[in-house]
């Protein structure tokens, strides 16, 4: 079966950190140029957070989360991690990552081919 799972989500208070992993199953994210993470609220458009390169890499963030984010890759585990450090009130959504076959690092979430379902994430006190 193929897809792609999140997990890592859940409550924590502002300031504090969690670790969100994306598996895929059924094929290698080495197949496909980019891997990305974007997150929704209730009424709002979803929005690009980070992505990563397969072939090199590269790595591009959303301003605001900009020296707080970390994508990196485990190749060997097939999983794409995102680290969230010092998180905001505002930074609460459900999050999801996506597979693109196209070589053009983007936070745009149309291009993208193939979706998880998505964990929550809530910063609150």
């Known amino acids: 079966q193929v897809g792609l799972v999140e997990s890592g989500g859940g409550l924590v208070q502002p300031g504090g950190s969690l670790r969100l992993s994306c598996a895929a199953s059924g094929f290698t994210l080495d197949d496909y140029y980019v891997i990305g993470w974007f997150r929704q609220v209730p009424r709002k458009w979803r929005e690009g957070v980070s992505c990563i390169s397969s072939s090199d890499g590269s790595t591009l963030y959303k301003d605001s989360v900009k020296g707080r984010f970390t994508i990196s890759r485990d190749n060997a585990k097939n999983t794409v991690y995102l680290q969230m450090n010092s998180l905001k009130p505002e930074d609460t959504a459900v999050y999801f990552c996506?597979?693109?076959?196209?070589?053009?690092?983007?936070?745009?979430?149309?291009?993208?081919?193939?979706w998880g379902q998505g964990t929550q994430v809530t910063v609150s006190s």
């Open positions: 996506a597979v693109l076959t196209s070589a053009t690092m983007t936070l745009v979430p149309e291009p993208y081919d193939y």
